[in-house]
């Protein structure tokens, strides 16, 4: 293949490769100097597919919303600006801040679309200007991780897609099949090449990877937590024994839990499950693999955390989906730059202080923190703050109220490395140059660091005193949640969760811009059951009003067999349905509760609208 | 089939292994100028499976055609030539797989090609490349007469082990 370069899709951390030809695309209409994707045969996680959105990996390059000059805001007007002018700029306003507020004013958020090295620059930054606040900012990643971490589960982990082509026994948490399709080949593989194989998948609808389950383990909706919980049990009690340190800190939580209990939550058939462990623990080569996000479940987190406990305890290998490009990097650099420091706050807790005027800057580097965080907080906090400073590649809800907007680049347009789901190093090369006068992170934050003062380096301070609870205090959150549903806070009947529709996913940062979703889904829709959509008398493609505690929007309907009569799907990327999500940040996780709320659906009136 | 350039591989779906992830309806999206010629078929509301042209070897749709945009080029593929075609839609009505779908980009029939571009390479379609599950196939026609499975560009339950 003439100039190819081989290149990571830059939507998910599944690590796919693919081939960028720069100047021979179009071969239909013969224009030069657009690039061509090729789909890479010998590619060691796809073996050649792509996925929807890795499909659309070259339209980020060439797309006609690229931001391509930098923007400063003047006179309340965002206007093209050199680059010299908006560093300048950006770093005399760091300075006035920290003067006049303090360093621990101005906070600094890394995206997942930063590679290894730039997010450890950022941290270098964040070091310089003094502040405790740096993290990582997409929540349904940074709960996730979370989620494993608190659980101290050391699993061993899936570190190559031949594993999973030689597994006999898998288990699926959640729609995996629609998160990361790519994925879905060697799973396939693993269960149609082999005999007397299981591929165990537990949902609560007939999603598309459900299709494929044996057994299929149908939760009731958003109570993966209670099945795991209850697998897990069941493994720690046939196993026996107290040796092993992790089984005597699970079996501590998991005692005084009533076995009837859990299992009447959970809603699944005890002989699946069973056979299902039995598969787990037997056979030789078994995997758990979870692949829910969002808030498609109760506690995302305490659904990664069981999953990789009950990996450990059947001895079976483990891989977690996570939705950002490089979240397991950029995770990981924030962690080893000994960030977050004594006092510093997480992400979410950023955006809160914000709106309670606590924090005063945010500069936030490959990401769209008013759109992945809770509209309510993004809200108080776009009001609040003084400076907002974002560097990103294509116009974003964060850059709308920025008044520093840094043109970026995207993958393919710039070098480094990666850390994938896998846990493997990925190479990115510079294929094409970005566009116009937009630059890498990277390069941004060196000048940007060098406009800085040369601030000595505060020491490490040791984490420690952040107020951690343990990670399965919250179990009984599902009995609770049981007695919330009664008090009836929530102003409707029907659980909203997020789809995944195939080419969809992240916090839309980059998936509404592009062609194929808007040409499959021009419209944020909302899935009903056929049973729910003739209770409200309405068809397909009529319009509804959804109503949550926190927003209202009118949503497109579309009909949904398989779909539990308690449950309504919205595409999460969409920025009017994540203003529906009651997430809440968690003050004891310091994190986000990333809880799927109830909603209320209502048709409108012929004329009305 | 007098000519030598003629291509005898057509794609196949293995009906076991779709997950309906549309990655190749995409494939097709990017590499046509965002014109998709792959139509998704519903299947009883459980299944979204791509449905792909045939090819045939007497085509109803060229035969519909009023303009003669429609014809069989030398490596026997059925092609549409986008500027004699003025989108009609009567080959829309005419095909027997309904492969043809009613949304016309730029007053233009989408049409499969077969990647004509790639395959004359040595290459695969894109949607075949693309697709993120094995389940389609660009294969030898020649290689499934005789063969079960394959029915009518379909590749049916192997074994009764398959989608338990």
Known sequence: MKNAERSICPFCSMGCTLFIRPGTGAPYVGQEGIPALDYDPEGHVNRGSLCGKGNMALELMTHPHRLQTPLLRLDGELRPASWDAALDTLASEIERIRNADGPDAIGILAGPCLSNEEAARAATLAHRIGTPHFDFCLPEDRVILGGIARSRAHPEPVTSVEEIDAMTAMLVVGDLFTLAPCIAKPILNARYERRHNVLGVLGFWKSRTALFGKPLLRNRPGREAVVLALLLATALDDVGGRSVPWRAEARMVLDGLDRATLQDLAGVETADLAWLLDALRTEERSGVFVGCGFAETERVDLVAGLAALLAEATGSRFLSMLTGPNSRGVHRAVLEAGFPKAGGLTSPEMLEAAGTGDLTAIVSFGCDPLSSLPGRLADAAAEKLELVAVTGAMPSETSRVADVVLPSAVWGEKTGTTWSAFGEAGALVEAMPPPGAARPDGAILADLGARLDDAPDAPDAPRIGRGRRGFFDDIDLHVRMEQRELVGREVGTHLLLPEFVPSHSGDGLFTRHLSWPRHEMPEPVIALSRAHAAELEVQEGDHVRVRSREAEAVLKVRVELNLPDDVVLAPPHYPEVRRLTSWRLDTALRDLDLRPGRVSVEPIPEGTR | ?164
Not at chain 2, 66 to 82: H, I, N
């Open chain 2, 1 to 164: 089939m007098t000519s030598p350039n003629v291509v005898t591989k057509r794609i196949v779906l293995d009906l076991d292994r779709c997950t309906g992830c549309r990655a190749c309806g995409a494939a097709c999206h990017v590499g046509h100028h965002d014109q998709t010629n792959l139509v998704p078929g519903k299947v009883a509301d459980v299944a979204l499976l791509p449905v792909h042209c045939r090819h045939c070897a007497q085509p109803a749709c060229a035969a519909a055609c009023p303009t003669g945009a429609l014809y069989t080029d030398e490596y026997g593929f059925v092609r549409r030539s986008e500027l004699l075609c003025i989108g009609c839609r009567s080959c829309a009505l005419a095909c027997p797989f309904g492969v043809i779908p009613d949304e016309f980009v730029r007053h233009v029939a989408p049409k499969c090609d077969l990647c004509v571009d790639r395959v004359v390479e040595g290459g695969i379609p894109r949607c075949v490349a693309a697709c993120t599950a094995g389940a389609l196939s660009f294969v030898d026609l020649e290689e499934t007469v005789g063969t079960p499975e394959y029915v009518g560009g379909r590749i049916q339950s192997r074994s009764t082990l398959r989608r338990a």
